[in-house]
């Protein structure tokens, strides 16, 4: 199975500040990775897909980006509706797996 | 507007069965594979299973292997998922989500997902 290391697992923040999370693969997915967003009592959101391509509707605010097996997930000016918990998802081979999600919390 | 709407959690008893639904609109559901993932309390997302657009293809996570089944009714635009052996480290809440492509590939991903059903595994 191929594992999906983010981190920080947690982090606290302004609004206004700019947000960098990160994702590792254990191997080589190419470019099938996704970042979702999760809130509290609601449904998951997709972000980006396919590491670097922004959702229809997502703010543009979200960017992602890919190294090798490293993948990141930046926020340039953290926004209130933003704090959340946002997840990595490899799409290369079944099981699809997650990262352990990133909480943004307020600082 | 796509929208998926789950029912049928609630508290079952150790070893016992549940049967999930997802409904679907908005879309020709049969067109798109469907997946089922779980967040148990406090823990992170974490993929169950997946079944392609005609139901010719199934994938499980290797802990529920044996356990749970995965099944769709294209005419009634419905998902399921037979619950079966259930532990208590299945509790969970557990979302419905529409894949990318029709069947279950890679390059894919997770869009919309529905607002969750509680699975209580409990004595």
């Known amino acids: 199975d191929i594992q999906m290391t983010q981190s920080p697992s947690s982090l606290s923040a302004s609004v206004g500040d700019r947000v960098t999370i990160t994702c590792r693969a254990s191997?080589?997915?190419?470019?099938?990775l996704n970042w979702y967003q999760h809130k509290p009592g609601k449904a998951p959101k997709l972000l980006i897909y396919?590491?670097?391509t922004l959702q229809g509707g997502v703010p543009s605010r979200f960017s992602g980006s890919e190294s090798g097996t490293d993948f990141s997930l930046t926020i340039s000016s953290l926004q209130p509706e933003d704090f959340a918990t946002y997840y990595c998802?490899?799409?290369?081979?079944?099981?699809?797996?997650f990262g352990q999600g990133t909480k943004v919390e307020i600082k | 507007e796509v929208q998926l709407l789950e029912s049928g959690g609630g508290l079952v008893q150790p070893g016992g069965s549940l049967r999930l639904s997802c409904a679907a609109s908005?879309?020709?559901?049969?067109?798109?594979?469907m997946s089922w993932v779980r967040q148990a309390p406090g823990k992170g997302l974490e993929w169950v299973t997946s079944?392609?657009?005609?139901?010719?293809?199934?994938y499980y996570a290797d802990f529920v292997k044996g356990r749970f089944t995965i099944s769709r009714d294209n005419s009634k635009n419905t998902l399921y998922l037979q619950m079966n052996s259930l532990r208590a480290e299945d509790t969970a809440v557990f979302y419905c989500?529409?894949?990318?492509?029709?069947?279950?590939?890679?390059?894919?991903?997770?869009?919309?997902w529905g607002q969750g059903t509680l699975v209580t595994v409990s004595s």
């Open positions: 989500a529409k894949d990318r492509y029709r069947t279950v590939s890679p390059g894919g991903w997770f869009d919309p």
């Open positions: 908005g879309f020709t559901f049969s067109s798109y594979a």
């Open positions: 079944i392609s657009g005609n139901a010719g293809s199934t």
């Open positions: 191997q080589s997915i190419s470019s099938s």
């Open positions: 396919a590491a670097s």
């Open positions: 998802q490899q799409s290369y081979s079944t099981p699809w797996t």
